[in-house]
């Protein structure tokens, strides 16, 4: 029996530094190649350490990193447990040899495990290749829904802003 090509694999804390380089892979991909600022150090506390935020996978073809999926748990009020799919990246050099599905199909059988409600991300407008691929396997775009995103010292300007309700918070279920 011949081995297959693509193995998919959970990464491990030793692959943190392989998982900085393929984000770092994808931000060029994307056209933000200055926007990266996590650090090993992030990535291995949040991946890897007492409260892990998030589960990566990592894709090689014929033993050679290729690309990776990142994903953590999020919350439907109406359906439940679900998944987001935050990145999803294989190398140009990669494409085209199912890497990609693979990689998805991985994913979506973890949200299977956890009886999941949804398995759900963001694409690029600009990224036809990626939306071609997502409507090949089923994804269906949501049109009437936009992203939003609070991120760095709005985020604290936001905090102040409910200071003077008075509030019973314990940190584990603000909102």
């Known amino acids: 029996m011949t081995a297959m ?31 990266v600022e996590m650090t090993e150090a992030q990535l291995m506390q949040d991946g890897f350490g007492a409260e892990p935020c998030f589960k990566c996978l990592i894709a090689e073809y014929e033993g050679v990193a290729a ?18 799919l935050e ?7 990669f494409r085209g040899r199912g890497i990609g599905k693979a990689l998805l199909a991985r994913v979506a ?4 495990e956890r009886k999941c409600a949804r398995l759900q991300w963001a694409v690029l ?6 939306i071609d691929f997502y409507h090949s396997i089923g994804a269906k775009m949501l049109s009437e829904w936009r992203g939003m995103r609070v991120t760095g010292a709005d985020i604290a ?15 584990t279920n603000a909102g």
């Open 157 to 171: 300007a936001l905090a102040g802003m409910g200071e003077t309700v008075d509030e019973a918070v314990d940190g």
């Open 67 to 84: 690309g990776f999926a990142l994903f953590f748990p999020i919350y439907s009020t109406w359906q439940g447990g679900s998944l987001y």
């Open 125 to 130: 407008e600009w990224n036809q290749p990626a």
């Open 5 to 35: 090509p693509i193995r998919i694999r959970p990464a491990a804390a030793e692959d943190v530094p392989l998982m900085l380089d393929l984000i770092h892979a994808l931000a060029v991909y994307e056209r933000e190649p200055d926007s």
């Open 109 to 112: 059988r973890v949200a299977v």
């Open 87 to 93: 990145d999803l990246f294989v190398k140009t050099e």
